[in-house]
């Protein structure tokens, strides 16, 4: 199994910022892609931002220019910088991280969620 730890959401006025965190732990031989999505209440959840194993990355066009994903390969956590916050950035925000575990098989795991609240 791979759990996923996610940190870092709260309570930002207006174009501040914020930064997530999600660990990643268990049975990882390979991790292949990591991502961050959000689901907004009413709406569907979207993806919002990836990053692959050899570190490309691919943005919402309503995030770009705004946040940032990156990773430590070494600690198998990605990060999302979060920057010039609009409401409409209120969800709670999730992580996905897929690969290989290490019986060998895929796996594509979810992070439990954190609340990201934008507001003055």
């Known amino acids: 199994q791979v759990q996923l730890v996610e940190s870092g959401g709260g309570l930002v006025q207006p174009v501040g910022s914020l930064r997530l965190s999600c660990a990643a732990s268990?049975?990882?031989?390979?991790?292949?892609?990591m991502g961050w999505f959000r689901q907004a209440p009413g709406k569907q959840r979207e993806m919002i931002t990836t990053i692959s194993g050899g570190g490309s990355t691919d943005y919402a066009d309503s995030v770009k220019g705004r946040f940032t994903i990156s990773k430590d390969n070494a600690k198998n956590t990605v990060f999302l910088q979060m920057n010039s916050l609009k409401p409409e950035d209120t969800a709670v925000y999730y992580c996905n991280v897929n690969g290989l575990s290490t019986s060998g098989r895929p796996f594509a795991s979810w992070g439990r969620g954190t609340q990201v609240t934008v507001s003055s």
């Open positions: 268990g049975s990882i031989l390979s991790i292949s892609g």
